[in-house]
């Protein structure tokens, strides 16, 4: 891979990161908001929050969880980029199409073996 192109991935990688960084503040934000609105006094509400709000709790504790799996996957992506070996499979060592990359810049395995593991 030339050293254009991965100037280019490092770049979607940062930028990729500094987004959900900013997501994660965000969502982390949210579900601490929401467990002091749940242990407050609403007796007006007809349904108590803390009922109301437990399944938005759990997803959003879901997002913040994938948001800062993703955010270690780029994080490996950008330690691949400085060691030399981004781009290429972990499972095969072929190189991963550019279009794959181009999708999802932090993945690790081509299509073929990213299937394996999951089977």
Do not use: W
Request: net charge negative; proline share 3%; with cysteine.
């Amino acid at each position: 891979m030339s050293t254009a192109e991965l100037a280019s991935y490092r770049g979607k990688l940062l930028a990729l990161r500094d987004r959900l960084t900013g997501d994660v503040s965000s969502l982390a934000a949210e579900v601490l908001n929401s467990e002091d609105e749940a242990s407050g006094n609403l007796s007006h509400v007809p349904i108590h929050m803390a009922d109301l709000g437990t399944y938005e709790r759990e997803f959003t504790l879901g997002l913040l969880e994938n948001q800062e799996q993703a955010l270690e996957e780029i994080a490996a992506a950008l330690r691949r980029i400085e060691q030399g070996t981004f781009g290429d499979c972990e499972g095969c060592r072929k190189a991963i199409p550019k279009n794959r990359l181009h999708a999802l810049p932090y993945v690790r395995y081509c299509v073929d073996c990213a299937r394996r593991l999951q089977a």
